[in-house]
Structures are given as C-alpha cells and as structure tokens.
C-alpha cells in the first residue's frame, strides 16, 4: 500500500494531535476508507492524555463511507465524540488533498464538560427547530458560555443561513466551518453519528481560548454604491446612485474591461458589506448576468434599494495579500504560538486560486509553524454569524 501523505501534526502543550493520509488517484487499494482511517490513527501514534474530542474530513471520495470512518475511529480511538464532515478537498499542515481518497483529523484533550456536540438543526423555527435544540443544550449553554462553535452545513437546506444565524444567537458563541462539498451524499459527522439535512457541530466552552480571522481573497475597486432601483427577489439591479447599474460597473472596472464586459467572469464579483460591522466585512457575491441594452445587472443574492454594493476583483495576487494580511494579524492576536487550528477554506481558493502546490497551507505554515491543524474546502464559509464565499476562515486554538 502506498500512501501520498502520512504524517502527524506537532503536539503543542499534551492538548492537540494531528494527522493525515491519503492515497495515491487511482489506487485500487479496497477498502480505501480503512487505509486511510488506519493510517491516520497510526500517524497520530500515542493520543494526548485524556483525548476525548475529535474532528475529522474526508475528501468526497469518502463520502458514502464516512459512517464506516467514524466508526473505525471511535471504536479504535477510544474517543467517543467525533464531528466533521466531505469537503471537495482537505487540509493538513501545509498540504492540500484533492481527488484522491483523503482524511485529515484533529484530537483534542479538553477538561470534562467544557464542550457539547449537537446533532443537526434542521429548521430555523418550527420542528427541528431552536426548541429542540434549546431543550436539550440550553442548560449547558448558560453553565458554560461557549465561545466557540465549529459547524458544518448542508447546501442543500434552504434555510441554512437562518440556522446559523439563530445557532449564533441561541449560543451566544462565535461559529466557525462550512458547508459540506460533495457531488451526491452531504453526510455529517455530528456527536459521533453520520446524518445530514442541517447544521450540526460543537461548541467549545468559555475554558478554551481562540482568535479567529477571515480572509476575503477579493479587493473591492471603486467605490461603495446605493442600490437606488431592484428587483430584490430575484437579485436585480436596475440602478447604482441612480445611474445604469451597468454604467457605473463599466466605469469601476476601467476601459479594458469595459470593452468587453463577457471577459469579467470569475474575475469581478459584487461586494454587500455587512451592515454594522466595525472591520469593513462584506459578502462576496456572484455576478450572475448582464442586460447591457436596460443598463441592469444581476447578482446571487437579495437586495434592496437603500442597500449599498461595490464591485470587487478576485485573482491570485489579491487573494494572497489578503491571506496574508490575516496571517499577520492573527498573529498579533494570538500573542504566542498556537496549540492547533482548524482551517476552512471556499472550494474556489485553494488549487483554483492559489495553484497547485499547496500555497494556501503553506503560507499558514510559513506563518505558524508545524502546528496541528485540520479543516477542508466547503461549499460556503461560517464566520460568527453569517455564510460567507471565496474566504478562508482560519481558527487559532490556544
């Protein structure tokens, strides 16, 4: 058997170990979830004393054994709680993993009681709703103020934002991770058990320390617009500072692009900044279609007149200033070396935007050193309380 990767994370303070493996495209090893799952519990050789938590992805090769993978790494582990979830790739310190099968896990030894697992949320009302959730975390949450919540999401559910949004309300805590990205199951691991349908995760309490940031990997280019005119419904912009929402994006883009407005897909996005923020978050958005003869323009999202919008470029040398610049300020933040880090990234940066060698996971590492680290590529980032697209969100465990 032969594995592209295998390797462990360095343990920081007895808290954090890490581990991956990965076979090579094509291998006809059978079964491959049991080599990679034995493989990275032999990589993470003796676990840290007391290890009671663990996160672990896998790559959508894995998706429709990620079931079996929990249970290999509960059963042999001897840790009872596992969270995670498929990601169109996963990440370990440094390395990326795409199109192969692939699974990067974290353990953690946390003091008793100090973190709860939640099976998935899968309405923001209603059944399965805040009452369920309330009833049976609602007395643990006000014991322990959780600081922290790593969740994962199913794309398919409509009313995922409206989860997360009420999870971040309901906990008072601080949500990081992603939507699951695969191309048919969207399984969970959530509390030990696969399901799927809604968001699910675990929070950490107020005992654990983290500082979490988020990279935009976009630049806005001229300045911030009021919608004056839509169709919010269905995402139509008829007019920026009533002028032709198409003439002022010509005129924001420059003359080059203006010229031959078929060339800036993939290229320029819509920004919606985040009302109230006191960082200058925004939302990435698709631009989805031109009606160059009504001057209007489409994007992914809802808007309204009154709302504001700019428009914003994304390529490869913004995104890895923008990485960057995160980097260096949660280093300031973090006043020390890290224990371990959990990263989630937009499936697509990582190869599609940064090439093929890594250079995401690289430069977390060029940053912070070998430090345990897990996390995967969603389809659609949680930061606090809001989805994001195209980010990154980097979580320092300390």
Sequence with gaps: MAFSSLATGVQRAGRYKAAHAALEPGEGTAPAWAAVAKGCL?????????????????TQALAGDLGSIATFLRERSGIATWVGTVGLGVVASGAEFYDRPAL????????????????????????????????AHGAWIARHRPILGVVHGDPRNPAVVGIVEGLASATSAFLVGGLTAAEDDQPQVA???????????????????VVSGLS???????PGHVITEADGGRGIVMTLDDRPAVEVLREDVGE?????????????????????????????????GLDPERGWLQVGDAVAPGERLMFCRRDHQTARADLKRMLEDLRERAGGAPRGALYFSCVARGR????????????????????PLTGFFANGEISN?????????????L
């Design 352 to 371: 599609h935007l940064f090439g093929p060698q890594s250079e995401e996971l690289r430069l977390i590492r060029e940053t912070f050193g070998d430090m």
């Design 191 to 209: 509390a030990g058990q696969v399901a799927e349908g809604g968001v699910s995760g675990v929070l950490l309490s107020s005992e654990q320390m």
């Design 256 to 288: 080059l692009l203006a010229r031959d407005l078929r060339r800036i897909g993939g290229y320029i996005f819509v920004g919606l900044p985040i009302a109230g923020s006191d960082t200058g978050d925004y939302l990435v958005r698709n631009l989805v």
């Design 42 to 58: 032999d990589a993470l050789g003796t676990l840290p004393e007391g290890a009671n938590l663990g996160f672990v992805y896998a």
């Design 385 to 397: 309380n809001r989805l994001y697209g195209y980010t990154g969100v980097l979580t320092l465990l």
């Design 216 to 222: 935009q990997g976009c630049s806005p280019i001229g």
């Design 104 to 135: 990067s896990v974290l353990v953690a030894a946390l003091p008793e009681d100090s973190f709860r697992a939640f099976a998935p949320v899968t309405a923001a009302g209603g059944e399965g709703g805040f009452s369920a959730f309330g009833t």
